[in-house]
């Protein structure tokens, strides 16, 4: 939404309560971000290495409330089964760890 003034700055926004709202003033949202961007290129890397399409299936860099980087898998289901089943092969089949 837009209007005159700054009012549409707070549009959908608490922020009476700005640490329920999106963002917490004083948390470092960037660096948390930056880590995570960097993991999320590397695994995208090893994705492409593997055959997989960033189109399909694709590591994305976010942060939590608190600031901390957090990487998300995101890809159509048939794919990220192939993905487990490529996994579950390094694993030995059983599901354990690598």
């Known amino acids: 939404m ?3 003034g700054e009012d549409w700055l707070r549009d ?3 922020v009476a309560g700005a640490d329920s709202g999106l963002w917490v ?3 470092d949202y960037v660096a948390g971000w930056r880590d995570a961007r ?3 290129d ?5 994705l492409l ?3 997989f399409e960033l189109s399909d299936l694709r590591a994305v860099a976010s942060t939590n409330e608190d600031g901390r980087g957090v990487v998300q898998v995101a890809g159509w289901p048939d794919i990220v089964d192939r993905l ?5 092969a390094l694993a ?3 599901g354990g760890a690598v």
């Open 2 to 4: 837009t209007g005159a």
């Open 12 to 14: 959908g926004l608490d």
């Open 25 to 27: 003033p004083g948390v």
């Open 38 to 40: 960097e993991a999320a």
């Open 42 to 46: 590397r695994l995208n890397r090893a």
């Open 49 to 51: 290495a593997a055959g």
């Open 84 to 88: 487990a089943g490529l996994l579950e």
């Open 92 to 94: 030995g089949g059983d």
